[in-house]
């Protein structure tokens, strides 16, 4: 056959050939896969968009950056690089237990700071509960004069002027409008923190009146607060830019401030809320003992828990009828009302699986969090952030909450730790029977995650590091470099 006919070769040349081939061969496989390798550790090392808990490896300027500072690791240091003295306008301080959203939040944030060692003197209203001592360390409480709670900005500027000429203060902070923007102008050095503007207002006329039935009129006062929020939205974007540095509390605020407000991206900054570490935490003794106190058994099925003022923008007309048509199918869900207001009758007509339970101190509503399987919050009013939901993440609960921008943006930014629903009673049925088919072991394990995230972000003491290095930058520019 022709195929055994070939001529044969001379040795040498038939094995330089192989030894060619060979090596061609050899480097034909073995450099794309050096390639293939290399590319992967680098490109490994630099695409990983999330560091362990939620932590991103960001750097850059703080002032450029578009996302919440709390997701950045602040390393503790037990005292600040520079002692900074800080003014605080508040229109009220609080005392004791008392609660109140933006006064607390200022209450808990410079506390915090000033135990870090910064001289913060806060300018507000004369106190309610007067028995607070008015001593020499910080944060030093500087009342204006007048009637006790009632904010009078041109006395505080007042005393706040005379400080400042006497020693200039490093940095401002005014919790929304109580340092008014006509004074604030002229202050390079001020941040105001806004705890809801009037354009997520806007929003949340639109969610609450869609919850109206058909046949139920408009009330007039709502009407009126309707046919006002308009020109409130158009003001406020007149005059926010007087203030120069902003402060958001949720991050779908910021993308408001920036793109609907026109504050430059340089002066917006989104640090979130932080809740008292040490006041929220899992345990499930606590939860178990809560449950056979109020007399919720132990085997039950599902336990929901629902939190705060108990008032229709708060959601409660949707929860109430989407309970009712569920407990009608599942009978061993119970319900956990832990609040007070109109609503609490309402509740009680829905039968013994709803547990209404007033109002309830700090650690009875700790002792609540975990007796619960999941917590919901139907609110209609997407302004700041509901501390609720941050408590109960902190205490490794799973949640359910109306699907708003700043719910979506900032809280439940991961599909493990929970679910968001549209605010009608339709979706959070659905919602609702969805947790009641995964159960309780499988929404414990979407609380585990809750609580991972919650504990990287939501500590009083990451939004504390997080306002002082953004005051810390307002003073000295080489501080705005992170990290
Ligand atoms: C709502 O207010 C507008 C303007 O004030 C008024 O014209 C309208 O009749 C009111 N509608 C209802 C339902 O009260
Ligand atoms: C829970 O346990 C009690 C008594 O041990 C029992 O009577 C009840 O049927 C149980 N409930 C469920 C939902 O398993
Ligand atoms: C800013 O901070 C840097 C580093 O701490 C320091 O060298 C510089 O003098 C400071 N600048 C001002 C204006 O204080």
Avoid at 127 to 137: E, G, K, Y
Avoid at 198 to 204: I, K, R, V
Avoid at 234 to 244: D, S, W
Wanted: aromatic residues 10%; proline residues 6%; glycine residues 6%.
């Amino acid at each position: 056959m022709a195929f055994n006919n070939k001529p044969k070769k001379p040795h040498l040349i038939s094995f330089h050939s192989n030894f060619v081939t060979a090596l061609l061969f050899i480097l034909a496989f073995t450099v794309p896969l050096l390639f293939i390798i290399i590319l992967h550790i680098s490109s490994s090392s630099r695409c990983t968009p999330f560091a362990p808990n939620n932590v991103e490896p960001w750097s850059g300027d703080l002032r450029n950056m578009q996302f919440a500072w709390n997701r950045l690791p602040f390393k503790y240091i037990q005292s600040p690089p520079v002692v900074l003295k800080i003014a605080v306008f508040s229109r009220k301080w609080p005392t004791g237990t008392t609660p109140g959203g933006m006064e607390r939040h200022a209450y808990t944030l410079h506390t915090a700071l000033a135990h870090r060692g910064h001289r913060v003197h806060v300018f507000t209203s004369p106190l309610v509960d007067n028995n607070i001592d008015h001593r020499d360390d910080y944060p030093r409480i500087r009342c204006h004069e007048g009637d006790a709670g009632k904010w009078r900005y041109n006395k505080a500027w007042e005393l706040f002027d005379e400080e400042n000429r006497r020693e200039p203060f490093d940095v401002v902070h005014s919790e929304s409008v109580a340092l008014p923007h006509w004074l604030a102008r002229d202050l390079k050095n001020l941040a105001v923190s806004w705890h809801g503007v009037a354009f997520e207002s806007l929003q949340s006329s639109i969610y609450q009146d869609l919850t109206r039935k058909p046949n139920e009129p408009m009330s007039p006062a709502f009407n009126d607060s309707l046919y006002g929020v308009v020109p409130k939205v158009l003001n406020e974007i007149r005059f926010f830019h007087n203030y120069n540095h902003h402060v958001a509390i949720s991050d779908s605020c910021g993308e408001m401030l920036r793109d609907v407000y026109q504050i430059p991206i340089g002066r917006v900054h989104v640090v979130l809320n932080g809740v008292d570490e040490t006041g929220f935490r899992n345990d499930l003794s606590l939860g178990l003992e809560f449950r056979s106190k109020i007399g919720v058994p132990i085997n039950g099925s599902l336990v929901l828990g629902v939190a705060g003022r108990l008032v229709k923008d708060k959601g409660h007309p949707l929860l109430y009828e989407a309970f009712s048509k569920l407990v009608k199918k599942h009978p061993h869900v119970h319900l956990i009302v832990a609040g007070s207001g109109p609503w609490e009758n309402r509740y009680k007509e829905l039968g013994p699986r709803v547990q209404v339970l007033g109002s309830m101190s700090p650690s009875e509503l700790k002792a609540f969090y975990n007796a619960i399987d999941v917590f919901v919050n139907p609110t209609l009013r997407p302004q700041g952030l509901d501390l609720t939901l941050m408590e109960a993440m902190m205490s490794g609960k799973a949640v359910i909450a109306s699907r708003f921008p700043s719910i979506k943006g900032s809280i439940v930014v991961n599909d493990e730790f929970g679910f968001m629903f549209a605010p009608n009673v339709e979706s959070l049925l659905e919602t609702l029977e969805e947790a009641v088919r995964e159960g309780r072991k499988r929404l414990a394990q979407r609380g585990k995650a809750s609580q991972e995230y919650a504990a990287s972000m939501f500590t009083a003491s990451k939004m504390a590091l997080a306002y002082e290095r953004l005051f810390l930058c307002i003073k000295n520019d080489t501080f705005c470099v992170y990290p």
